[in-house]
């Protein structure tokens, strides 16, 4: 189809879209410089691609081309770039980029690029910088922000945040106990078991609870089903 000449950008960044979804990233980028009519989606494709597949560095030296070549980078070349620096660790970097956004390229930050670097500070264990920059957003952060830095918190012990976090997911999902497990293997690890049992106790009250684990075994041709807190039976 790229040789017949039947709109090359397109089946170019088609292809390249194709290989990186099956995780060929060796022939998306062997089709992509081969390629005389990559247009702004194709490059984004590739920067999101490596992104993706664990290739930070050359996501930005992929972004640092584009604009060499003349293309003005848009709001999901920098979702690319931002996850590029979160899934590499690059912590100074993703700063800069995500002034650049919108200093540089009068992009407005959408939640998405919000919930990068958020987790490009929660990571390098600024979590206070973290925060704030929550607190900042012109945005209602939604769950998964605030999941992201409680499991932050976990990894760098801190409790104070952890326990905002927890307060704000329990207020938009009463429902979900995933965030007040998490909260209670962080006071389980700091050896606040009264907090632990405070904790259950207040998901009890608001009737709240944890679905068991379940596990099951065919046996004779019967399934019998097995949960956490079943006994053994007494003969």
Not at 38 to 48: G, K, P, R, Y
Not at 68 to 76: A, E, F, T, V, W
Not at 156 to 181: C, T, W, Y
């Given at each position: 189809?790229i040789?017949?000449?039947?709109n090359?950008s397109?089946?170019?960044?088609?292809?390249?879209?194709?290989?990186?979804?099956?995780?060929?990233?060796t022939?998306?980028?062997?089709?992509f410089y081969?390629?005389e009519?990559?247009?702004?989606?194709?490059?984004?494709?590739?920067?999101?691609?490596?992104s993706?597949?664990g290739?930070g560095?050359?996501?930005?030296?992929?972004f640092r081309?584009?604009?060499d070549d003349g293309?003005?980078?848009d709001?999901?070349t920098?979702v690319?770039?931002?996850s590029?620096?979160?899934?590499?660790?690059?912590?100074?970097e993703?700063?800069?980029y995500?002034?650049?956004l919108?200093?540089?390229?009068?992009?407005?930050?959408?939640m998405?690029h919000?919930?990068c670097m958020?987790?490009?500070?929660?990571?390098a264990?600024?979590?206070?910088?973290a925060?704030s920059l929550?607190y900042?957003?012109?945005l209602?952060?939604d769950s998964?922000?605030w999941?992201?830095?409680?499991g932050a918190?976990?990894i760098h012990g801190?409790?104070e945040?952890?326990e905002?976090a927890a307060?704000?997911l329990f207020?938009?999902?009463?429902?979900?106990?995933s965030?007040?497990?998490l909260l209670?293997?962080?006071y389980?690890d700091?050896?606040?078991?009264s907090d632990?049992?405070?904790l259950?106790?207040?998901?009890?009250?608001h009737g709240?609870?944890?679905?068991?684990?379940?596990?099951w075994?065919?046996?004779?041709?019967?399934i019998?089903?097995?949960?956490?807190?079943d006994?053994?039976?007494k003969?």
């Amino acid at each position: 189809a790229i040789k017949s000449g039947w709109n090359s950008s397109v089946v170019s960044g088609a292809l390249v879209d194709m290989y990186v979804k099956c995780g060929n990233i060796t022939d998306a980028e062997m089709l992509f410089y081969e390629s005389e009519t990559c247009d702004q989606v194709a490059w984004n494709t590739l920067i999101c691609g490596y992104s993706q597949h664990g290739h930070g560095y050359k996501a930005l030296d992929t972004f640092r081309r584009m604009v060499d070549d003349g293309k003005r980078p848009d709001d999901i070349t920098f979702v690319g770039v931002l996850s590029a620096c979160s899934h590499a660790g690059l912590l100074d970097e993703g700063r800069k980029y995500f002034q650049l956004l919108s200093s540089v390229y009068g992009i407005t930050p959408t939640m998405e690029h919000y919930a990068c670097m958020i987790d490009i500070l929660s990571k390098a264990g600024r979590l206070a910088e973290a925060e704030s920059l929550i607190y900042q957003m012109p945005l209602i952060p939604d769950s998964s922000i605030w999941r992201t830095i409680l499991g932050a918190c976990r990894i760098h012990g801190n409790i104070e945040i952890a326990e905002r976090a927890a307060e704000r997911l329990f207020e938009l999902d009463p429902q979900d106990v995933s965030s007040s497990v998490l909260l209670s293997n962080i006071y389980a690890d700091l050896g606040r078991w009264s907090d632990v049992t405070r904790l259950r106790n207040m998901l009890l009250d608001h009737g709240v609870k944890k679905e068991p684990g379940c596990s099951w075994i065919e046996v004779n041709g019967q399934i019998h089903v097995f949960l956490s807190q079943d006994g053994c039976p007494k003969y």
